[in-house]
């Protein structure tokens, strides 16, 4: 069964998740990231210039499906578009189909009202479906 984790209280979810793909491509891991178009943009450009020292090799849907199989982190309009189903990390509104696939999925939640709405949106229809959730709140890690 797929583990589930909400990342609540992120200041800014395109920084919050250029540090995380920075942290888990550091492990080995593999990640898939789904959310709009547009966000994913702006992630891909994200990843190119958050950090001066770091680069975290990734790839989009875009590209072909070799460099997608290579890439540690994949920029997807859909997860059942993944090469892989270690991690999924959702950035989107909704409950991204296919996520059962996945051994880990992680959600993303800013501070917005309408942002904390949809995610608890999303963490009821995983408890509903009998999930295990694991929360963590990013201003009680930071202090």
Not at 24 to 41: I, P, W
Not at 135 to 142: H, M, P
């Amino acid at each position: 069964m797929t583990e589930i984790a909400f990342h609540f209280n992120a200041p800014d979810k395109l920084t919050y998740a250029c540090r995380l793909l920075r942290k888990a491509a550091g492990t080995g891991a593999r990640v898939a990231v789904t959310g709009d178009a547009d966000l994913l943009q702006k992630l891909d450009t994200a990843l190119w210039t958050f950090s001066p020292l770091d680069f975290v090799a990734h790839a989009t849907d875009k590209q072909g499906a070799a460099l997608l199989e290579a890439s540690p982190v994949v920029l997807l309009g859909s997860a059942l578009d993944a090469p892989h189903q270690q991690v999924l990390l959702n950035l989107g509104d909704d409950v991204p189909e296919g996520f059962e696939r996945f051994e880990r999925l992680i959600e993303v939640v800013a501070l917005d009202e309408a942002d904390r709405q949809r995610a608890r949106d999303r963490w009821k229809h995983y408890a509903a479906r009998g999930y295990a959730i694991e929360r963590k709140d990013l201003v009680l890690k930071e202090a």
